[in-house]
């Protein structure tokens, strides 16, 4: 699976922006997607998960009741909205899979596939 992550941009503080995760080939069916985020100086963090199939999900709590995942495989894309966006979220975001569903706990190392990041950009 090749995956392409796009939407990203630069708001002022308490914009949204919705970022997609675009499978170019392959399916995403049978496979959980994660977002994550690395600001420049920092480590890659995961910001959020969506299984496959009965779609449960995850969120980092940096971004609970801000930021909505979801996904449509017959689009083969899995979305990112983020609403009220803050500077702290600033980064190059990321997208990558992982069997099935998201892992428990949560680890950025058990993704594969990544994509190439979209930068977004939260001014204040």
């Known amino acids: 699976v090749q995956l392409q992550a796009s939407g990203g941009g630069s708001v002022q503080t308490g914009g949204s922006l919705r970022l997609s995760c675009t499978a170019s080939?392959?399916?995403?069916?049978?496979?959980?997607v994660g977002w994550f985020r690395q600001a420049p100086g920092k480590e890659r963090e995961g910001v959020s998960c969506?299984?496959?199939?009965?779609?449960?999900?995850w969120y980092a709590d940096s971004v609970k009741g801000r930021f909505t995942i979801s996904r449509d495989d017959a689009k083969k894309t899995v979305y990112l909205q983020m609403n009220r966006l803050e500077p702290e979220d600033t980064a190059v975001y990321y997208c990558?899979?992982?069997?099935?569903?998201?892992?428990?706990?949560?680890?950025?190392?058990?993704?594969?596939?990544w994509g190439q990041g979209t930068q977004v950009t939260v001014s204040s």
């Open positions: 990558a899979t992982d069997h099935l569903i998201c892992p428990v706990p949560f680890r950025v190392d058990k993704f594969f596939n």
């Open positions: 080939a392959g399916i995403l069916d049978y496979l959980a």
């Open positions: 969506i299984s496959s199939k009965i779609g449960t999900t």
